[in-house]
């Protein structure tokens, strides 16, 4: 499938429909270390739109002047004050909006291979792009890609200007505006005074900082698709050690017996059912594992297994946590920007994989729980003591790192025709071990995992049955 038959027709830059009131943003604690990464690359797929494509570009230009009006930060550059802090000019400089053109493929020839086909690339700006090098690029730009039967937009975003939760909230009020909405249904919080406002100063070496991790190595990167049948399945087995009351054993005899006797695809609606009543009954919702922390949990197992490491050997699985309702008092969940914190969960090889699933769920799950004010807290306070760049990336080659969430509302982009077909991303930030989590396209718990690694340890992940079974 040729990915460099992707024709740009036409490029041009956007402003707000408004002049921006904002004041200079001083980036924080949680944007300076993401100063390091590329831009967020993320997109969705559509059905062709019920009208002209010249009508829909079109549309999309008007709409996204408008609600970069609502989110003046993005329509802004970098700049270094005299005491060395990065702050967001919102000077209405503009974003990048690309008209491009890939009609030699199909919604079909996208979504039909295993392997996520290389020409989601090609539909997104900002290529391998550092974010430090917003202080002379835009910090956006949207690519609509006109295909055969449909179209892609892909929407790009620089990292030290929002997390993911902030990707998606701007993402969806443009998805809202283009699809005639004369007041947005959430406004964007751009106050700064919070924990994470500091006075802190991050130096950077002369040019800027590079990637921390290598973009050069051979990587194969696939969507596996979990049920939420597959997911409550596996939330059952995690929270087995915790839930011990008679009534416990007696649902949980009643499930064992019917897997034994009777098939999933027959007694699989009573059997989730059953589940959920277990699992509702469980009141001290501290202590349950969640079913994305019994996901990861697999996943963690199951990776590392293909990877074949030493048992001796530390395995790390780290995934990122919004920190907005983390805080005491709680900050707005529309505050603009990065709020987010990592929390690494280590294991020795030969510990994660002589235990069974619950073992290593309940130590991401620990972890997670811990995670309060006080802990985030801290974590600024040590950032601060020694400011730093977010190391991303694979050194040891037994890592994984978690981004993105399956509860970010990437299906809610109907831009006026239905919802997305399926969401995708590009080539930024991804190496061995990236995991990327998007809900499901149905919906009601499923959830779909990007999974990035070397061919070898892919070719592993595919053949590990205990992995696979929980795979639709």
């Known amino acids: 499938m040729p990915s460099s038959s992707t024709t740009i027709i036409s490029k041009c830059t956007v402003r707000p429909d408004q002049k921006s009131r904002i004041k200079p943003l001083r980036l924080s604690v949680s944007d300076l270390p993401m100063l390091s990464c ?32 609502h989110f003046p930060a993005l329509a802004g550059r970098f700049s270094t004050d005299s005491d060395g802090h990065i702050i967001i ?55 609509v890609t006109e295909l055969a039967d449909g179209v892609f937009v892909g929407c790009t975003v620089n990292h030290a200007v929002t997390d993911g939760t902030s990707f998606w909230h701007f993402f969806n009020t443009f998805a809202e505006i283009t699809k005639g909405a004369k007041k947005i249904s959430k406004v964007p919080d751009f106050s700064r005074d919070t924990v994470f406002d500091s006075p802190a100063v991050l130096k950077f070496p002369a040019g800027g900082p590079a990637v921390t991790f290598s973009g050069a190595v051979p990587l194969r990167e696939r969507i596996f698709h979990f049920s939420r049948e597959a997911i409550l399945r596996m939330k059952f087995r995690a929270n087995k050690g915790i839930l011990k ?15 034994s006797n009777d098939s999933w695809k027959t007694v699989n609606g009573e059997i989730t059912s059953l589940f959920e009543t277990l699992l509702k009954t469980n009141t001290n919702r501290t202590d349950e594992i969640s079913s994305f922390q019994s996901l990861c949990a697999q996943l963690w197992r199951s990776v590392t297994r293909a990877r074949k490491l030493a048992s001796g050997k530390t395995t790390t ?58 802990t985030v807290r801290r974590g600024v306070a040590d950032w601060e003591s020694n400011p730093r760049l977010f190391p991303l990336g694979n050194f040891d080659g037994a890592s994984i790192t978690m981004g993105s969430s399956p509860r970010f509302p990437m299906y809610d982009n109907d831009f006026g025709w239905g919802r ?36 070898e340890t892919m070719a592993g992940l595919e053949n590990d049955l205990e992995f696979m079974e929980y795979v639709s």
Request: proline share 6%; hydrophobic share 40%.
């Open 38 to 69: 590329q831009y967020i690359q993320k997109g969705v797929l559509l059905t062709a739109p019920p009208f002209s494509i010249t009508h829909f570009v079109s549309l999309l230009r008007q709409s996204l002047s408008v609600a970069l009006s």
């Open 89 to 143: 000019l919102c000077n209405d400089t503009g974003v990048d909006f690309i008209h491009a053109k890939a009609t030699f493929l199909s919604v079909n020839s996208l979504l039909s291979p295993i392997d996520v086909p290389d020409s989601f690339k090609e539909f997104f700006a900002f290529d391998r792009t550092i974010s430090y090098t917003g202080h002379v690029r835009p910090l956006a730009a949207v690519q």
């Open 245 to 259: 009351s008679d009534y416990y054993k007696s649902v949980n005899n009643e499930i064992i017996g019917k897997q």
């Open 317 to 374: 699985f780290r995934m990122a946590v919004n920190c907005r309702h983390r805080l005491e008092p709680r900050l707005s969940p529309y505050y603009f920007g990065n709020l987010i914190q990592s929390i690494p969960t280590v294991a020795s090889v030969g510990e994660l994989l002589s235990h069974d699933l619950g073992w290593g769920a309940e130590r991401l799950h620990k972890n997670v729980v811990a995670h309060d004010n006080d």
């Open 420 to 455: 997305p077909l399926a969401v995708r991303s590009g080539r930024a930030n991804k190496f061995d071990g990236k995991i990327s989590a998007f809900p499901g396209r149905e919906g009601n718990g499923s959830v779909d995992l990007e999974v990035v690694l070397a061919p």
